[in-house]
T-cell receptor, first 113, second 111 residues
Framework: DTGVSQDPRHKITKRGQNVTFRCDPISEHNRLYWYRQTLGQGPEFLTYFQNEAQLEKSRLLSDRFSAERPKGSFSTLEIQRTEQGDSAMYLC???????????FGSGTRLTVV | DAKTTQPTSMDCAEGRAANLPCNHSTISGNEYVYWYRQIHSQGPQYIIHGLKNNETNEMASLIITEDRKSSTLILPHATLRDTAVYYCIVRVARTGNQFYFGTGTSLTVIP
């Protein structure tokens, strides 16, 4: 297990379509985070899970966004009815315990045309 | 979580030490200082964190002032691969809270 894996790396979709991204964290990590990053900005927090429980959601996570982590392992982030403003890099990170830094994946770059 | 202030950009000659400053004048006693970096088109990478003592690992050193209102990340011998955006973040540890990334410092290592 070499790190956090995200799939796909790139996604181009038409406005109004639904998209789903997958994140596979480091296997022993119980916490999983989703962030979004637009050009020139730092990553912005979307939501996080401890095991399968979704513990916090940002205001950025509108009703069109939903995240799941059904068995406390991989996670999916779905965006329904995509808009051009959803174009961004979507980053997943995982951590073990509370005192450590995160390990990030390489992200999924979404382009909505 | 306390806010941080970092210079927008810095240059450093290859092989020299890169010293990246961060101000966090409103830091609370239970907040740690974390540093991450992000190389173009990759996810952020954890570098180091500390509370009040100076810390060193294989990547960098973290120097925190005695009043904890500022800190410096030191890359002792910068290489071209250290060109990245460096983020300084303060956060209460042992809470699982998310990290608030600002816009960071864009470090360019010059050959």
């Amino acid at each position: 297990d070499t790190g956090v894996s995200q799939d796909p790396r790139h996604k181009i979709t038409k406005r109004g379509q639904n998209v789903t991204f997958r994140c596979d964290p480091i296997s022993e990590h119980n916490r999983l985070y989703w962030y979004r990053q637009t050009l020139g900005q730092g990553p912005e927090f979307l939501t996080y899970f401890q095991n399968e429980a979704q513990l916090e959601k940002s205001r950025l996570l509108s009703d069109r966004f939903s995240a799941e982590r059904p068995k406390g392992s991989f996670s999916t982030l779905e965006i329904q009815r995509t808009e051009q403003g959803d174009s961004a890099m979507y980053l997943c990170a995982s951590s073990f315990g509370l005192d450590y830094g995160y390990t990030f994946g390489s992200g999924t770059r979404l382009t909505v045309v | 979580d306390a806010k941080t202030t970092q210079p927008t950009s810095m240059d450093c000659a290859e092989g020299r030490a890169a010293n990246l400053p961060c101000n966090h004048s409103t830091i609370s006693g239970n907040e740690y200082v974390y540093w991450y970096r992000q190389i173009h088109s990759q996810g952020p990478q954890y570098i180091i964190h500390g509370l009040k003592n100076n810390e060193t690992n294989e990547m960098a050193s973290l120097i925190i002032t005695e009043d904890r209102k500022s800190s410096t990340l030191i890359l002792p011998h910068a290489t071209l691969r250290d060109t990245a955006v460096y983020y300084c973040i303060v956060r209460v540890a042992r809470t699982g809270n998310q990290f608030y990334f600002g816009t960071g410092t864009s470090l360019t290592v010059i050959p």
